[in-house]
Structures are given as C-alpha cells and as structure tokens.
T-cell receptor, first 113, second 115 residues
Framework: DGGITQSPKYLFRKEGQNVTLSCEQN?????MYWYRQDPGQGLRLIYY???????QKGDIAEGYSVSREKKESFPLTVTSAQKNPTAFYLC????????????FGSGTRLTVV | AQTVTQSQPEMSVQEAETVTLSCTYD???????LFWYKQPPSRQMILVIR??????QNATENRFSVNFQKAAKSFSLKISDSQLGDTAMYFC????????????FGEGTQLTVNP
C-alpha cells in the first residue's frame, strides 16, 4: 500500500547533538512538508519542498535543515541550534494537482535530554 | 499571512449528543479551502471534512457537517450522534490558492466523548 513512512517512532538524543528524522513516501507525490506539533500550538510548518532539489522555509525553520535529493525522501535534521527540539514531528506529502491530496505520516516523537 | 484560531482548547460531550467546535480564520485571499482534521490518540492525522470557499452550500460527511460563514470568516464543525471513537484532537486548517502549497493549522480542540 502507498503511504508515508516516518522512522523511528520515538527518538532520544542528548542535548547538543544533531539528529535526522526520516520521511519516505511511495505515493509519487511532488510536495513534501515537515510540521512540528507542540501542546496548545497546533501544527507549525518547518520546511516544505514542491520539487526535487528545491525547498522553502516555513514559519519556524531556525535550527532545522532539510534536503530533497530524491522525490521519495525528505529528511529533516534537527541541529544543536534548535533551542527547544523536544516535540512531535509530522511529515506530509501532497500530489502536485489538487488541494485534497494531503497524506500524513504517523510521526516521530523526539526527546532531547 | 493567514491565521487560524480555535478558541476552545478542550470540550466534552456525552455519547449520542451533538457538539460544535469553533474555528475562525483571517485571510485576504478570495480563493481558498478549509479543512477539519482529526488526530486520535494514535496521532495519525485523518481528514474529516473539507469546504471550498466558492461553494455556498455547507459540506456534510455523514455525522459531520460544517457551518461556513464566509463574511464572518467562521468555519465550525458539528458532530452529531457523538461516538466514543470521536474522542480526538481536532484541527481546523486553511489552504490559500494564492499563497500556495501549504496548510495553516489552528491550535486544536481536544474533544472527549463520555459514555
């Protein structure tokens, strides 16, 4: 079945370390997104990419980096510059045509200790 | 920039009763779409219902319906005959065609359905 795979489901890292969250989709979707979810703040957009080798900053890009070398993959790196990295991270994708075709992954819970 | 506001952080309802979740938004765009997403404890995001701004008729999906007031920029979700499985976080979301390729979410409303 087609879908989005985020791994791992839970991730623990020590403060000061960079960590990369994986997002892979086999839906042949053009656009991919990273959202951060914190209690009481909804989902906030970190980065998004509409085509391979191109991406744009969202509302809270500071302390994060991404790459889009393949259509299927959109990894997110949480760097040591991110002040409060502990959060739930959701990846999503969307077909290039049509507004309705958003698909979400099951998320990664990152805890920095 | 678009903003989406959900003013009810938590709500509860008795099983089989009706509940309405509120959402307001602010935009200067005329062509846009509005959505309600459900996030159960599994944290998987599930599309509940969508509304095209150019349509005057309110969208309905089984027990879920919306009250879309375009002039007031209001988009509430009504859940009829509430079921225990409706317990979840509900997010209102906005997509503007001109601003392109991104969903803007509200803060969410945690709905609990009590037996």
């Amino acid at each position: 079945d087609g879908g989005i795979t985020q791994s791992p489901k839970y991730l623990f890292r020590k403060e000061g370390q960079n960590v990369t969250l994986s997002c892979e989709q086999n839906l042949n979707h053009d656009a991919m997104y990273w959202y951060r979810q914190d209690p009481g703040q909804g989902l906030r957009l970190i980065y998004y990419s509409q085509i391979v080798n191109d991406f744009q900053k969202g509302d809270i890009a500071e302390g994060y980096s991404v790459s889009r070398e393949k259509k299927e993959s959109f990894p997110l790196t949480v760097t040591s510059a991110q002040k409060n990295p502990t959060a739930f991270y959701l990846c999503a994708s969307r077909t290039g045509t049509g507004v309705y075709g958003y698909t979400f992954g099951s998320g990664t819970r990152l805890t920095v200790v | 920039a678009q903003t989406v506001t959900q003013s009810q952080p938590e709500m509860s309802v008795q099983e089989a009763e009706t509940v309405t979740l509120s959402c307001t938004y602010d935009t200067s765009e005329s062509n846009y779409y509005l959505f309600w997403y459900k996030q159960p404890p599994s944290r998987q995001m599930i599309l509940v219902i969508r509304q095209e701004a150019y349509k005057q008729q309110n969208a309905t999906e089984n027990r879920f319906s919306v009250n879309f007031q375009k002039a007031a920029k209001s988009f509430s979700l009504k859940i009829s005959d509430s079921q225990l499985g409706d317990t979840a976080m509900y997010f209102c979301a906005f997509y503007g065609v001109a601003s392109g390729s991104r969903l803007t979410f509200g803060e969410g409303t945690q709905l609990t359905v009590n037996p």
